[in-house]
Every structure is written in C-alpha cells, then in structure tokens.
C-alpha cells in the first residue's frame, strides 16, 4: 500500500526533524506503529516497510492478528499492548505480546506473571503512570509506583523497563510539556537506580515534537500512519441493533425501532428461551440465546435485563473480547447508574432510558440520560428510535429517578386511584362493568381536559368542576381531611428511596 509507505516518510521526516531541532540523534528515538483496530494487510504493508513494533489496544482482537499473523510467517514483529488492562484479559496478553506498556496495578502484574507460559523470555513491562491527573484515564498515581516497582521485581517473569504516560486531550501545548518534563523528571530519578531502565514512551500523533523535546525514547503513532478510523454516520437503514434481553419493554422499543423507519432484518434479540423470541423472528429479526452472538456486529445495544440481572450480563459482554468503545448502549434497568456501567464495560458511550408502561400504546413518557460520550449524531437517532412510544424527556441521572418514580411508578398510582373509586361505585349499586367504563372514561376526559388547556393551571381545572357547599367540594373536603397530598408525598418518595437503594447496590 502506497499511502502507508507515504505515510511512514512523513512520519520519520517528522521525527528527524524535531530530533534535529533539540539536538537529538534520530536513533534515539524509536517508532511504535499502532495497528489497534487495523487489518492485517495494513499491518503487512507497514512491516514491508521495514516497520517491526506494532501496538495493539484490545487483547482478544490482537491475539487473533498475532496467531495469524505468525502463522503467515511474520514472526518477529514485537507486539506491544498499550490500552487499559482488564484482569479477565491477563492471559491472552501474558501469551501473546512481548511488551506491556500499561501496567498500572500490583494485581495486573501478578497475573501477568502467573500467566506468562514456560519458555518465553520474560514479559518486558513499562509502568503507565497518570500524568495528567485525570479520572478517566489509566495509569497509577506518582504516589504508589514504588509500592508498584516492588511488586514487579518480585515477578520473576516480568522485566521491568521504564515509564508511559499519555497527556492531556487538550490542544494547550504548554499543558502537554509540563506534564511531559514531570515525566521526564521521574524516568531519570528512577534509572540511575533500576537496571535496564531505559524507555520512556510519551507522544502521539498531535504531540510528537513536545515528547522528543523531553526526551521520549519511543513514540506511538497510529493515525498518522493507517488513517484515522472511518466512522459511519447512523442512519435508519445502516444501522445493527441488538436486543439482550427479549421481554416486554424490549418489545415495545423494538416496536417503536420498526415502525420509526429501521430493517427488522439488521435487529438480532437474545434470550434464554428461543420460544419466546418466535415474534420477533416472525418480523424478520434474527434471534440467539447467546447474547455475545448478538453483541458482536451490533451497533447499538439494548440491554433489555432487570437490574439484578444486569451485573452478570455486563460482565458477560466486558469478558467475550469483543471491542466495545465503537457501540451504542442503552440500558433500561432502574437504579443502574452510568457510573456502573462504565465500570464494567470501559466506554462511556452509554444511555439510560426510564419508559412506562403506556409507552406500548404511544403514550408513555420515555426519561432519557446520556454519558459524555454519546454524539449528536446517536442522540437525534435513539430520539427517533423511541419516538413511537411516546415523549422523550432528557435531563441527567437525578431527574431520570424523579421521572421513574412520577412517570414509571405512577400508572400504578393511578390504577390503584381507579381501583378504589370503581370499587366504591360498585358499592353503591353499579354494575362492575359500568363502574369501568365510568371510571376509564372519566380519566381518559380529565387528562385530555389538561392536555388540551395548556393555558389553564390543574387548579383551575379543578375549581372548574367545584362549587363551594356542593358535591364535589363536599368530596374534595374529605381527600383534605385524609391528608391526600402528604400521602402523595409519601409514595413517590417511598419510590424514590427504593431507587437510591438500588444504586447502593449496584
């Protein structure tokens, strides 16, 4: 591939120049080409090049690329694993690769030595520090590396060789060489102690001058080289979907997804019981009881599982290996709050939706969440996607708890108010069926009364019905004297307070 090989000169140009530009030799510095993602044959075409140091982020997909790829006969190219490391990967990565540049953990270090199989030489390591003080990235706090360094001098399979650090996301460049030089201080205050302590690996695509200007030994790059990651923008008709879950909210959003413009064809639902299911495939959807199976080509992801459900399912998704930072989630549990998704599953590409039951008729309210990195592009089609089910509401994880306990308990609320005046119209001599009828009706006019008077506070409304020393006043006196309001209040936060147990839980 020409444009590779194009791109590798520009790449090495650049190297040399900003090498030459702070009086460095360009030896002294060593290029690690980041392959995550990629496929083998741009991968083959850069080794062509001369290129022998390739990066991978994900543990499963690379471990598949290098067993093929050394089945080709590519087989000495050094892997090296530079994303966040997930325990239930340590295996693969202590089998497959010949560097790890992301050690953050004494936990991390143990099973990667455990795991490390006989006869190959011991797993070089580089301690991944946080640079940039920020929550969301990897990396050990400057405070436990030599509890961290202890751990692995212990770990006879591991081999200690420097530091990492990733910068700041920011395009303030004097940010990115403090937190660089503070890096660079560390890496020279531990080499004059460790043996072999000679790599420092810092800059990227956008800050490759200000590393060289610190002295990095090795810089990752991966754009500049295979091309920024094509992303598709979503539409109705491109999009796979996938259900985990196949009950009855699953149900009314695949409903809604259908009859809002999407091919029933790109939906695949999973569920312990294919009999179940049969309705969905009889619209032309495919259905699995294996929910990785359905996971793996989806583009965006319903998880359709009770809460207490919900920890084993993502559980199951974050250890199936299969690359999850490019998919939609949208979880409808109660309780599970973003936080713990992103927990389980590294991405913050995930929505919370609260619907109620009226929602299968078109007539629900849909409370709707988004985390930080959901786009635009996601918004304005998971909108269109539950437009069929009723009034989507979106505020943050707070007014979600408020909207579930109003919105998705209060049906409930309302069938028990029906309940009680049926029963009492029954009391006094009508029959069930009309006392239905009555009530239901009365109901379904009050609402649209408020819907259809936007103008006129519910007060006035009720004022309206009301004449002072009559029937209803007469009524309205007693729910007074019952302390109706107060215990109002008392459901829905009795409500309430269920949902901040379940965060409590999960």
């Given at each position: 591939?020409?444009?590779?090989?194009?791109?590798?000169?520009?790449?090495?140009?650049?190297?040399?120049?900003?090498?030459?530009?702070?009086?460095?030799?360009?030896?002294?510095?060593?290029?690690?080409?980041?392959?995550?993602?990629?496929?083998?044959?741009?991968?083959?075409?850069?080794?062509?090049?001369?290129?022998?140091?390739?990066?991978?982020?994900?543990?499963?997909?690379?471990?598949?690329?290098?067993?093929?790829?050394?089945?080709?006969?590519?087989?000495d190219?050094?892997?090296?694993?530079?994303?966040?490391?997930?325990?239930n990967?340590?295996?693969?990565?202590?089998?497959?690769?010949?560097?790890?540049?992301?050690?953050?953990?004494?936990?991390?270090?143990?099973?990667?030595?455990?795991?490390?199989?006989?006869?190959?030489?011991?797993?070089?390591?580089?301690?991944?520090v946080?640079?940039?003080?920020?929550?969301?990235?990897?990396?050990?706090?400057?405070?436990?590396?030599?509890?961290?360094?202890?751990?692995?001098?212990?770990?006879?399979?591991?081999?200690?060789?420097?530091?990492?650090?990733?910068?700041?996301?920011?395009?303030?460049?004097?940010?990115?060489?403090?937190?660089?030089?503070k890096?660079?201080?560390?890496?020279?205050?531990?080499?004059?102690?460790?043996?072999?302590?000679?790599?420092?690996?810092?800059?990227?695509?956008?800050?490759?001058d200000?590393?060289?200007?610190?002295?990095?030994?090795?810089?990752?790059?991966?754009?500049?080289?295979?091309?920024?990651?094509?992303?598709?923008?979503?539409?109705?008709?491109?999009?796979?979907?996938?259900?985990?879950?196949?009950?009855?909210?699953?149900?009314?959003?695949?409903?809604?997804?259908?009859?809002?413009g999407?091919?029933?064809?790109?939906?695949?639902?999973?569920?312990?019981?294919?009999?179940?299911?049969?309705?969905?495939?009889?619209?032309?959807?495919?259905?699995?009881?294996?929910?990785?199976?359905?996971?793996?080509?989806?583009?965006?992801?319903?998880?359709?599982?009770?809460?207490?459900?919900?920890?084993?399912?993502?559980d199951?998704?974050?250890?199936?290996?299969?690359?999850?930072?490019?998919?939609?989630?949208?979880?409808?549990?109660?309780?599970?709050?973003?936080?713990?998704?992103?927990?389980?599953l590294?991405?913050?590409?995930?929505?919370?939706?609260?619907?109620?039951?009226?929602?299968?008729?078109?007539?629900?309210?849909?409370?709707?969440?988004?985390?930080?990195?959901?786009?635009?592009?996601?918004?304005?089609?998971?909108?269109?996607?539950?437009?069929?089910?009723?009034?989507?509401?979106?505020?943050?994880?707070?007014?979600?708890?408020?909207?579930?306990?109003?919105?998705g308990?209060?049906?409930?609320?309302?069938?028990?108010?029906?309940?009680?005046?049926?029963?009492?119209?029954?009391?006094?001599?009508?029959?069930?069926?009309?006392?239905?009828?009555?009530?239901?009706?009365?109901?379904l006019?009050?609402?649209?009364?408020?819907?259809?008077?936007?103008?006129?506070?519910?007060?006035?409304?009720?004022?309206?019905?009301?004449?002072?020393g009559?029937?209803?006043?007469?009524?309205?006196?007693?729910?007074?004297?019952?302390?109706?309001?107060?215990?109002?209040?008392n459901?829905?936060?009795?409500?309430?307070?269920?949902?901040?147990?379940?965060?409590?839980?999960?």
């Amino acid at each position: 591939m020409d444009e590779i090989r194009e791109n590798l000169s520009k790449v090495h140009q650049e190297i040399i120049s900003s090498c030459n530009k702070y009086g460095r030799s360009e030896n002294d510095v060593s290029l690690l080409c980041v392959s995550k993602t990629k496929p083998e044959e741009k991968i083959i075409a850069a080794y062509n090049c001369g290129e022998r140091h390739f990066g991978e982020s994900y543990a499963v997909e690379a471990s598949e690329k290098i067993t093929h790829l050394k089945e080709l006969g590519y087989r000495d190219i050094i892997w090296h694993f530079i994303g966040p490391i997930q325990k239930n990967k340590t295996r693969l990565i202590a089998e497959h690769f010949d560097m790890v540049e992301s050690l953050d953990r004494a936990i991390v270090a143990t099973r990667l030595n455990d795991q490390r199989p006989e006869g190959l030489p011991p797993l070089e390591v580089l301690i991944q520090v946080n640079i940039s003080a920020e929550d969301q990235k990897s990396g050990c706090d400057i405070s436990e590396i030599d509890s961290l360094i202890d751990t692995i001098q212990k770990c006879p399979k591991l081999k200690l060789r420097g530091f990492m650090g990733v910068g700041m996301d920011t395009p303030d460049f004097e940010i990115i060489d403090k937190e660089f030089s503070k890096l660079k201080s560390l890496f020279d205050e531990y080499s004059k102690k460790l043996e072999d302590f000679n790599i420092l690996s810092i800059g990227m695509t956008h800050d490759l001058d200000i590393a060289v200007k610190n002295q990095t030994t090795e810089v990752r790059i991966g754009t500049a080289i295979f091309g920024a990651r094509e992303y598709k923008t979503m539409t109705t008709d491109n999009q796979n979907i996938a259900f985990i879950g196949g009950g009855n909210m699953s149900t009314c959003i695949y409903e809604s997804i259908i009859a809002s413009g999407f091919n029933p064809q790109n939906i695949t639902v999973s569920g312990p019981h294919l009999e179940k299911l049969e309705k969905f495939k009889t619209k032309g959807s495919v259905i699995t009881t294996d929910n990785i199976d359905a996971l793996k080509n989806a583009d965006i992801v319903f998880l359709g599982v009770k809460p207490q459900i919900l920890t084993s399912v993502l559980d199951e998704i974050a250890a199936s290996g299969v690359a999850l930072n490019h998919k939609l989630f949208v979880s409808m549990a109660a309780g599970y709050k973003l936080s713990s998704i992103e927990e389980k599953l590294n991405t913050k590409k995930i929505i919370r939706i609260m619907p109620n039951t009226p929602a299968k008729l078109g007539l629900g309210v849909i409370a709707v969440v988004y985390d930080t990195e959901v786009s635009e592009n996601e918004k304005q089609l998971s909108e269109k996607m539950l437009a069929k089910m009723g009034t989507c509401i979106v505020g943050d994880e707070d007014n979600l708890n408020v909207i579930g306990a109003v919105a998705g308990c209060g049906p409930a609320f309302v069938y028990r108010f029906m309940e009680a005046l049926i029963a009492e119209a029954v009391a006094h001599g009508l029959s069930a069926d009309n006392a239905r009828k009555i009530v239901e009706q009365t109901v379904l006019g009050s609402a649209n009364m408020s819907i259809k008077n936007q103008d006129c506070t519910l007060a006035s409304l009720r004022e309206a019905v009301t004449s002072k020393g009559g029937t209803t006043y007469a009524g309205l006196c007693k729910m007074t004297e019952g302390n109706f309001e107060q215990v109002m209040k008392n459901t829905v936060q009795a409500s309430l307070d269920r949902t901040y147990e379940f965060e409590k839980m999960f």
